[in-house]
């Protein structure tokens, strides 16, 4: 496969992952249970506590602020804080995110500091949220299509609203595990794909993050949680099982390390991308942020899973997700 194939294949499945997840997003397993159900598909997110005027077939934040930054990227060539920051402005007052509640208060906070003169370095020491490794996939194709070097690429991509330990160090460990599984690929050594690789490499990724941030944070460890998580034998467990631990216990919400922390348990748990998908919007939770960076890379891992073809051409035609990926 060509770094556009893989490309557009991870994010056939970041979008629908996405928006199976909204409908779910910030919800108790219990009331998903009784509201929604089994979730084989996409949801009806008349019920959802977040997003329930949505469409059904609407992605998020997540798949919007990846595609307009890897399209900027790429048509300016480079991956800059100015650059990020600028169609991160843009993209909010062009798609009514505010209005939408597709960003947090801290990273609008942060951006619009840095609009009023404020460095860009010091505006975002606060965000400590998933809504920087849920920008990486897009610094991570933009350094291999560009490129140029992957880690001063994601740091000019997080910065300017996530820059503390608690996010650079999920964000690092996510983009290490995905370019990982990238090069494998791209050099015909998908056999090195393990999941004992790719957590090998995310510990890697997380000591750099760390070693990026201006001071280190009083927090929890992802490195910590990764080494728990391995000696787990979570492949073993039934559904119901990984989804309370990773609910009750790990936690699905906001702080970059109980989102990245799930991601790479759902991973741990199966390399089947569209079962990851489901079962993430079942957990509960940022269902949504956890569901699209679990599935699409889960679907580098497994090549030969295949997404549900009405709900690609839905989702790809609604969104209009070729005015940023024509191959998609």
């Known amino acids: 496969m060509t770094t556009s194939q893989l490309l557009s294949r991870y994010y056939r499945f970041f979008a629908c992952a ?3 997840g909204k409908a779910t997003e910030f919800m108790t397993p219990q009331d998903i249970e009784s509201n929604m159900g089994r979730i084989t598909g996409l949801v009806d997110p008349s019920k959802s506590i977040t997003h329930p005027d949505l469409p059904i077939w609407a992605v ?3 798949t919007e602020q990846n595609l307009w930054l890897l399209r900027r990227y790429l048509s300016d060539g480079k991956v800059t804080i100015e650059n990020t920051v600028s169609e991160l402005v843009r993209w909010i007052e062009e798609t009514g ?3 939408k509640h597709y960003i947090g208060p801290s990273s609008l906070k942060a951006l619009q ?5 404020e460095d860009p370095l010091k505006a975002g020491i606060n965000g400590t949220t998933c809504g920087g490794i849920m920008r990486v996939p897009a610094a991570v194709f933009a350094s291999i299509l560009l490129n140029q070097d992957m880690k001063q690429c994601i740091y000019n991509a997080l910065v300017c609203t996530h820059n503390n330990s608690v996010a650079l160090e999920s964000a690092y460990a996510y983009a290490y595990a995905l370019r990982f599984i990238i090069d494998n690929i791209l050099a015909g050594k998908t056999h090195l794909n393990t999941m004992e690789n790719i957590i090998s490499k995310a510990m890697t990724g997380s000591c750099i993050g760390l070693a990026k941030a201006p001071w280190r944070s009083a927090s929890a460890s992802l490195n910590s949680r990764l080494q728990f998580l391995e000696e787990l034998n979570l492949e073993t467990w039934p559904e119901e099982k990984l989804k309370s631990f990773l609910y009750g216990v790990m ?3 906001l702080p970059s390390y109980e989102t990245s922390a799930a991601v790479f348990c759902m991973n741990m748990y199966s390399d089947d991308p569209v079962r990851i998908m489901y079962l993430c919007a079942e957990t509960g939770g940022d ?3 956890i569901g699209a960076l679990a599935s699409s890379l889960a679907s580098l891992r497994n090549l030969d899973s295949e997404l549900p ?3 690609v051409r839905t989702l790809v035609e609604k969104n209009k997700l070729r005015d940023y990926l024509p191959e998609i």
């Open 309 to 311: 073809q009405d709900m």
């Open 60 to 62: 998020t934040d997540d």
């Open 113 to 117: 500091g840095i609009q009023a003169g």
């Open 251 to 253: 936690g699905t919400g």
């Open 97 to 99: 995110a505010v209005e």
């Open 287 to 289: 269902t949504d942020t």
């Open 18 to 20: 996405d928006a199976v």
